[in-house]
């Protein structure tokens, strides 16, 4: 399953999805990933979250972080939950670039039962179906 966060730069959507990770924490099937693409916000997550700084890779495009998050997933079967702060700013793309990506996520949450869910910086009329249609 996927669940988006949308809005503008400073409608909020950092906290929100800080504050759902660190409820998710209360459920306690499974490990959860919070990725991002700076330290910036990395101590107001709970201890028992992992924590990835993406950013400190070079992502230079949605196949490659696709690539990245499949990565992470291979080595952690225990991995439930992942959450995806400033995902467009993380991959340097516009929201309609990412259908790819939004299709294989998708694929990958049915195949191995994980939850995504990501932030998306943009306008709500600028985005695209593939993408409203995980709004939350």
């Known amino acids: 399953m996927i669940q988006v966060i949308?809005?503008?730069?400073?409608?909020?959507?950092?906290?929100?999805?800080?504050?759902?990770?660190?409820?998710?924490?209360?459920?306690?099937?499974?490990?959860?990933?919070?990725?991002?693409?700076?330290?910036?916000?990395?101590?107001?997550?709970?201890?028992?979250?992992?924590?990835?700084?993406?950013?400190?890779?070079?992502?230079?495009?949605?196949?490659?972080?696709?690539?990245?998050?499949?990565?992470?997933?291979?080595?952690?079967?225990?991995?439930?939950?992942?959450?995806?702060?400033?995902f467009l700013k993380l991959v340097n793309v516009k929201p309609d670039e990412t259908e790819w990506f939004f299709n294989k996520l998708e694929s990958l949450g049915e195949k191995r039962n994980i939850h995504f869910v990501l932030s998306v910086s943009c306008d709500d009329s600028e985005a695209p179906e593939y993408i409203r249609k995980h709004f939350i």
């Open 6 to 86: 949308h809005g503008k730069k400073g409608s909020g959507k950092t906290k929100r999805i800080i504050d759902m990770a660190n409820d998710a924490i209360k459920d306690p099937h499974g490990d959860i990933v919070f990725v991002d693409d700076d330290n910036r916000y990395m101590f107001d997550l709970r201890h028992e979250i992992r924590f990835v700084n993406a950013g400190e890779y070079g992502m230079v495009g949605p196949e490659m972080f696709y690539g990245f998050l499949c990565g992470m997933l291979a080595q952690n079967f225990d991995v439930t939950t992942v959450f995806i702060d400033a």
